[in-house]
């Protein structure tokens, strides 16, 4: 059974609100917020807890969806199209936000992992997203985040994943922490980067390694550049300079999964 809410003035509305916008916010709270019925799915065949779901009127979202995040404890509340507008970041929104918690994995959880990527730095949410999705596609084992990147539960990052982030086990560490983890697991970590000693990607063994991709404006860090095992370069003939940020971690996760069926 759904609950009414007419004002923008109800304590949902400005939860809702505060987790779409606010970074700090969502850290503290533990959770995040989700749009359209098919994250919503997503998320619920993930295990991952739905806390409230706000449905516009006449919102194409499956009854079935709903009654089952409600059986899994969630509360269901109803509003107008203009009010729900309101909570949401995009401009035609889906007519269907919730609150989940935020899925953000542990470095310890990747313990075992055979094929990871790590960030440094990235700050468009649709490349972070885009990355997310793709490394979820080729079966990737998780994601290591380190300084500078863009919140991973943010509303524009969850979008791009495509539900990957219920899926892809992704973790928050610095980037000395994760070269330090990954030396303990036995992983080597290969920077894309152009250097002097750079060596084209289809000369290292990445069954199991980490890949590691820097800012789409700056690339990788000195010390990034430091503790990597090696650095290595897409082999290009056409006249272009450097790929996007999340077109070259593409690439790379594509070698990776290749590698691994060879």
């Known amino acids: 059974m759904s609950i009414r809410i007419e004002s923008r003035e109800n304590a949902l509305i400005k939860r809702l609100t505060r987790l779409t916008l606010d970074r700090k916010f969502r850290r503290e709270s533990g959770e995040m917020v989700c749009e359209g019925g098919k994250l ?54 889906q007519g269907v936000l919730f609150s989940c918690d935020r899925p953000v994995a542990q470095l310890e959880s990747l313990a075992g992992a055979r094929r990871l990527i790590v960030l440094e730095g990235l700050q468009d949410p649709g490349n972070l997203g885009t990355i997310m999705r793709t490394a979820d596609a080729f079966a990737l084992d998780g994601m290591i985040l380190c300084e500078g990147c863009v919140d991973p539960t943010a509303p524009k990052v969850v979008r791009a994943t495509m539900g990957a982030v219920f899926r892809l086990p992704a973790a928050a560490a610095g980037i000395e922490q994760a070269a330090a983890f990954l030396r303990a697991q036995g992983l080597p970590l290969y920077a894309a980067a152009l250097g002097a000693d750079s060596v084209p990607v289809t000369q290292v063994d990445l069954r199991r390694a980490a890949v590691l991709i820097g800012n789409e404006g700056r690339g990788i860090s000195k010390k990034a550049a430091a503790l990597s095992d ?5 082999p290009m003939e056409g006249r272009a300079e450097s790929l996007n940020a999340s077109v070259a971690a593409s690439i790379l996760m594509y070698e990776m999964s290749r590698s691994e069926a060879i």
Do not use: F
């Open 40 to 93: 919503l799915e997503e998320a619920l065949a993930s295990g991952t807890a739905v806390h409230a779901v706000l449905v516009a009127d006449d919102a194409p979202v499956s009854t079935e969806a709903l009654h089952r995040a409600e059986q899994q404890g969630a509360k269901l509340y109803r509003c107008s199209h203009a009010l729900l507008a309101k909570v949401s970041d995009v401009k035609t929104p």
């Open 230 to 234: 090696r650095q290595v370069i897409i």
